[in-house]
């Protein structure tokens, strides 16, 4: 066990800023590496996979290997890539064999020479990096994805940070715990295996893990508040706030579930994150890497699921579609110009108005999500919660009825920021300002086109995503909304915000197809943030009512 | 025209009267709003618009202006304004950005007048030109504010606000061409109606939104502004620099802020979350309210005074559907409740005391302060009005000054120098710190120390106490059973002992000195070593070891005879608290031996080898001394709580194990930590670490021996060097060179700080006895001390 302690130290050392006790911390780690390997020999190539020897001493030095492969690859530090491509060469120079990475970059649907490579990287966002770095031991694959709006992830990690390792009324592993709950919820397996790691290296009982019956009857009963909160958050009552707030021995108090309520909606959002860019499992991690080596027909089925290896053929089949549905940003723009010359002179009757948004409302419900058969979640991740069955697609079939919240009543720069102040302080001033980054975030420009006022087309996005949790802007027009977001795009958004794990590459290839990758990570970021403000718009008011 | 003669008659004056009354609404009400007369109110919402008339004892609903089949947004209000000179028109804001005018004078049912809707978003206020019958102006969340003309159909000017959101717009009441407007960005704009180009100054107001603002209605330059920051800002704006006067700080978010009319000083504010009651300040005494109105259940949203001229009557809507009139001799005052009481130390420990006069003046022995009347502060006679200020507190201040003595603290300083904890018989000691206590002039102190003498000396020693034990025929008998039990326990005592029959005290020093070299060589060697030296990893096998030892003899004998000077009291601790704990683990395994041999040191002149080493009350049965322990326990904790922990513990010290087990350890651990911060406080290192080596907390005792690791690099890869001292594992060089003989120490090496070059210890004291320069040649004049 010392061992690993000191290893684990060794790793932490890794992202200190001075090179010098990189250079020491690297130096460690190479002689451990090292001293294994020897001690194991050259590893005959009849034994078929490594990874299965579960217990043997090579699977302890294969995840090594793998976090090495990892921080190959992933470290903001160019001189600890290349010890480490350094190490691992002569690891396989001794006959042992070393991973290689499974798949192609972060993200599945975003070819990896399009995300931003480590190593070149202007200085502000390899400032962020390191930070990043430096607090996880890690630069994960959404950090990666989101590399593309520095100015985002600098307040996004921040606000992470915050809520995981900072002052709040949670302890560590209850923090981990909820992420991996709320992640659970929407069956994302990239960010609950993330925080499997954390919530054991901060002391949590493994038994926990077991499922929610192992952990404490007071997370237990935060199960409850997580499904409505995941699926219909507009049914929270404060009947619901007052049970965990009065259960004796087991209750909540009000400052530990705000805290709870605010991970749990950035786990919720940050699954449909993951889902909507299709982040690949991280490196080091299970699915991230394999030891075996390249064979011909593995290379074929892998690379062309990860949409590289025929480039000529991909590339030829996107300048067709290019040219099949050139003219969509044209389209869009001109669309947008008429809704704001038209705006003043036609005006839509106060009837309409509220048909407009009613009609929104139930025409979103109704956007198929799922296009194939239902997806049973895995065993591994849904021990997590309870009722698996429970989700989004239950009640929209039975066409049930959304209440509509009204934002000028409970609005979250109003009413919510205060609250959270209050209860959980600076977390509201973060949160407030990681929403009014990704709602103002613009960059003027839209696909080929430069110097285009996006705020409309952000504004339609922000209000289709409150509206199809019902909440409505007295002062909107949902009839641009369809003017603007055609229909693929609807499907994309009603997926990822409802039922994430059914996200696909045809889906996140579907939508604007003209746009950049970074712009359609921007509305990622735009869909994640709406989310999680509907969210805990809706929690903030329970609780409200509650105090009231 | 009935409503015409009333106009007549409020504006007459003061003849407004009521009760402090409520009635329900249909409906969360968002904003409340008077007419000029104050006869009536109206109440808007998003699910009502209503009027009520005030009359004497009940709201009476005078119309509902929420009409026609099925309501538009326009009625959905955020905002709502009855304008101050004409008595029919009325402005609404509403949700979905359209900004609406009722006539009231219109015949039909539906009052609506005009419309406009050149907002895009949400308009959060409007706001009437306080004598400009037709000038309205809205601010909106779109980030512009709009001034209508209302005999045109639509906004005359149009103010940016760089599409940050304006939460409220306010006509300056005395400059007829000024507006403010409050943004959601925490900014303040000043503007001229007349220049829609550029605002007139700007300032940041708070950090968050400000919600809200209002001019003072006499004095021109103030404006209020409160904010989502919890604070409202009274701000001067005829200075250049717009300038905050005066600053509250609530509870909750400032929703809206009200001035009190005919009341320079006072405003009302209330909050848009979690606290629901409207709080009147009076800006002066910002730390608590001046007022409270506690009635509403929801936050409030309305409010307003019901005249311009009358500070008594005060209107509020609610989220909980109520409206009320509140009278403000109704209000409760939470002055009344709070305590204005007051305590502060001075820098030299003087503590000033103000309550009310009434608690303190029963209390007779007290002077009047030299600087002026102490009872009446300036602070209370500054009342420029009585009428319906602060009730009226007369506080008493008293003074406390502290005496010279206990000001400086010399008596601490000086009993911790003069205490003797240890090195003497247990009774010496008492008598030495009792005197010391009395010259001190502290004679509870001095008695407590003599009755502790008394109190567990032995009888024998009862009949003859004094500093010397010369009666030793009533112990032998004594020593001789206690010698029996302790056979084959330790060669050290028994020599110990014979010798103590004869000798004096002063040979005993250097017969431990001895033992423990000789017993425990390589545990005080390795304490010592690690403490001032860098102590390399003696193999005894090493051809080395056998010159090395001389030297690591004579160096502890140095050791132990240099601080003789300075610490006089190294002696008698040195065998026990300096020995790393497994030697007194392997005391504790034998609790008789060792009990027996604590006591015979407290018997006779022996015990200055260490009295705090572990002893245990002699079971004899004249000596009922454990009789004692209850009372000395709560003395000590008396002491304690008292403050005097340096009592507490130097008694505990001198007592040792008559009283220890007594106490739980915690709580001596407690009183052993208090006291050595005071003591290092007072710079008294010596002192405090005599307090550690003698205690026997292991907790403090291991104070001592943290922070006693050296780490050493490799001088020649600068690797740090894990295993041994002087050869590195990696380079494989020979690290540390002695720069005399050029031959590895392995033992004791000094090296100078100014240059880094060293030897041995004997080496380099010999070289720098006829040099004055490094040995290695560097050049460096190394000095040794």
Redesign the interface.
Known sequence: DREGEKRLNGWEALGSRDPRSRGTAMEHISQEVMQRVESIGPIPATVPSPVATAGHPTSDLNDILARLLMLSKRCPFDDVRERCVWLLQNVQDFGVRIPRPLGNGPSRFIPEKEILQVSKVDPRTQSIFEDAFAALGRLDNISLVMGFHPQYLESFLRTQHYLLQMDGPLSLHYRHYIGIMAAARHQCSYLVNLHVNDFLQVGGDSKWLNGLDGAPQKLQALGELNKILAHRPWLLTKAHIEHLLKAEEHSWSLAELIHAVVLLTHYHSLASFTFGCGITPEIHSDGGHTFRPPSLSQYCVCDIANGNGHGHLEERRGNHQVSEVSGEVEVLMERMKQLQEC?DEE?A???E??TRFEREKTESMLVATAEDEECVPSRDVSRHFEDPSYGYKDFSRRGEHVPTF?V??YSW???G???VN?LYPDVG?LL?EKFQMAYNLTYNTMAMHKDVDTTMLRRAIWNYIHCMFGIR???YDYGEINQLLDRSFKVYIKTMVCSPEKTTKRMYESFWRQFQHSEKVHVNLLLMEARMQAELLYALRAI?RY?? | MEKMSRVTTALGGSAISGRTMFCHLDA?ANAISVCRDATQVVVAG?NIFKIYGLEEEQFVEKLNLRVGR?P???F?C?DVMWHQMEENLLATA????AVVTWNLGKPSRNKQDQLF?E????VNKVCFHPTEVYMLLSGS?DGYMKCFDLRKKESVSTFSGQSESVRDVQFSMKDYFTFAASF?NGNVQLWDIRRPDRYERMFTAHT??V?CCDWHPDDRGWLATGG?DKMVKVWDMTTNRAKEIYCVQTI??VARVKWRPERKWHLATCS???D?NIYVWDVRRPFIPFATFEEH???TTGIVWRHQHDPYFLLSGSKDSTLYQHMFKDASRPVDRANPEGLCFGLFGDLAFAAKESLISGDSNRKPYLGGDRRYPIFFFKKPDLTEQFAHVSSALSVFESSLESKRMDWFVKTALLYLLGGKPFAELCDHNAKVAKELNRPQVSTTWTMLRLMFSDPANLSTPGPNNISKLGNLPLMNSFSMKEMGTESRLDRSKGESRQDNIHLEPGNSLINSNNDENEETEGSEGQAEYMFGDAELDDDDLYSMEHEIQAVEEQEYTLPQEAFPLRHEIMDNPSVPEHLQQDKADSPHASGNEAEVMCLTPIESLSLIAISQPLFSPHLPSRFFCPVVREMLSHYAEQGDVQMAVSVLIVLGDRIRKEIDDLTQEHWYMSYIDLLQRFELWNVSNEVIKLSTCSAITCLNQTSTTLHVNCSNCKRPMSNRGWICDRCHQCASVCAVCHHVVKGLFVWCQGCSHGGHLEHVMNWLKSNSHCPAGCGHLCEYT
């Open positions: 705006r005006e009757s106060q009837e108005m509220a009204r000028q009543d720069e109003d009413h920021y205060s609250l209050r001033q407030d802007y007295d002062d409200t105090m009231t | 969360p998003r099925k538009s947004l326009n959905s955020a509403a949700t979905n950005g809707t907002h895009k978003r949400t969340q959601e968050g939104p919600f989502r909750a978010s848009m979350m979690v629901h259940k929801d936050v």
